[in-house]
T-cell receptor
Framework: GDSVTQMEGPVTLSEEAFLTINCTYTATGYPSLFWYVQYPGEGLQLLLKATKADDKGSNKGFEATYRKETTSFHLEKGSVQVSDSAVYFCALNPISGSARQLTFGSGTQLTVLP | NAGVTQTPKFQVLKTGQSMTLQCAQDMNHEYMSWYRQDPGMGLRLIHYSVGAGITDQGEVPNGYNVSRSTTEDFPLRLLSAAPSQTSVYFC???????????FGPGTRLLVL
């Protein structure tokens, strides 16, 4: 079945450091890929998404590129801030255009120190 | 817009008790779903609905019931709570045919 594998956390960085959170997936067909972020005490929010191969999603300085050849969707940010401290979830939707069946990774806790 | 709201925020139950977790959205979304979040396991889909009167099972439906009598509301019922149902529960909604899901703030449930 479909699955998403994220790098294990927790990840601790200093402010202005470069961030990479790895995400790889297994799916049949052509899934859509997502990064969701969960700030402390809140629900998940969509951070960015990509719906086809080679698409780059970007938001708030975060970027991720849909790489079909490596089945990856790694999240990157050039300079993290304390306010980026949160849990980040990679997810896929195996049926592009449908909201029914999101499959999530286990989440990566990021802590950014001042 | 209030978005997706969930009540209660926190609940403690004894084994065998029943309760309903409430979820409501004011965005006129067709799709609504319930997830549970457990440490190291991400979010897993419990049940979902594609519109009023239509529900279906997700990955982990056992022990949970749902109904969708209105577009706005999608309650999740635990008929006989078990310690294995200790988790954080999230409700989400989305437009039909679009992929961005909007999540509620969650309900933390502890079953003793």
């Amino acid at each position: 079945g479909d699955s998403v594998t994220q790098m294990e956390g927790p990840v601790t960085l200093s402010e202005e450091a470069f961030l990479t959170i790895n995400c790889t997936y297994t799916a049949t067909g052509y899934p859509s890929l997502f990064w969701y972020v969960q700030y402390p005490g809140e629900g998940l929010q969509l951070l960015l998404k990509a719906t086809k191969a080679d698409d780059k999603g970007s938001n708030k300085g975060f970027e991720a590129t849909y790489r079909k050849e490596t089945t990856s969707f790694h999240l990157e940010k050039g300079s993290v801030q304390v306010s980026d401290s949160a849990v980040y979830f990679c997810a896929l939707n195996p049926i592009s255009g449908s909201a029914r069946q999101l499959t999530f990774g286990s989440g990566t806790q990021l802590t950014v120190l001042p | 817009n209030a978005g997706v709201t969930q009540t209660p925020k926190f609940q403690v139950l004894k084994t065998g008790q029943s309760m309903t977790l409430q979820c409501a959205q004011d965005m006129n979304h067709e799709y609504m779903s319930w997830y549970r979040q457990d440490p190291g396991m991400g979010l897993r889909l419990i049940h979902y609905s594609v519109g009023a009167g239509i529900t279906d099972q997700g990955e982990v439906p056992n022990g949970y019931n749902v109904s969708r009598s209105t577009t706005e509301d999608f309650p999740l019922r635990l008929l006989s709570a078990a310690p294995s149902q200790t988790s954080v529960y999230f409700c989400a909604s989305s437009y039909g045919g679009k992929e961005t899901q909007y999540f509620g703030p969650g309900t933390r449930l502890l079953v003793l």
